[in-house]
């Protein structure tokens, strides 16, 4: 069972610049995919972004440029740069986790069985 501990997040400008992080536990497998999702009110869940064990990085195609995840493999904590905010990035994001026996694909429309509680991100134009 993973368990997520999530910070950031809050309110900013149009083009301003947050950075979420998200400390999880219980994980402790070789083989995994990390990652983020939103999901704005009235709005389907989107996948913004993943990692895999190989630090191989997954974006969608709307914060390519803009959103940088990374992990730090010392700590189990999993980060997101958001940079160059848009009023259309305004969600909860939600830290994620998937552990495998094997290497899979990592995409960043991952369907995640395990996920944290979520932080607010609001862009005001």
């Known amino acids: 069972q993973v368990e997520f501990v999530q910070s950031g997040g809050g309110s900013v400008q149009s083009g301003g610049s947050l950075k979420l992080s998200c400390k999880m536990s219980g994980f402790t497998v070789r083989h995994y995919c990390i990652g983020w999702f939103r999901q704005a009110p009235g709005n389907k869940r989107e996948g913004v972004a993943t990692?895999?064990?190989?630090?191989?990085?997954s974006y969608r195609e709307s914060v390519k440029g803009r959103f940088t995840i990374s992990e730090d493999k010392d700590t189990n904590t999993l980060y997101l740069q958001l940079n160059g905010l848009r009023s259309e990035d305004s969600a909860k994001y939600h830290c994620?986790?998937?552990?495998?026996?094997?290497?899979?694909?990592?995409?960043?429309?991952?369907?995640?069985?395990?996920w944290g509680p979520g932080t607010e991100v609001t862009v005001s134009s």
């Open positions: 990692i895999d064990g190989n630090g191989e990085a």
């Open positions: 994620a986790a998937e552990q495998f026996l094997a290497p899979l694909p990592c995409p960043y429309n991952y369907r995640f069985s395990y």
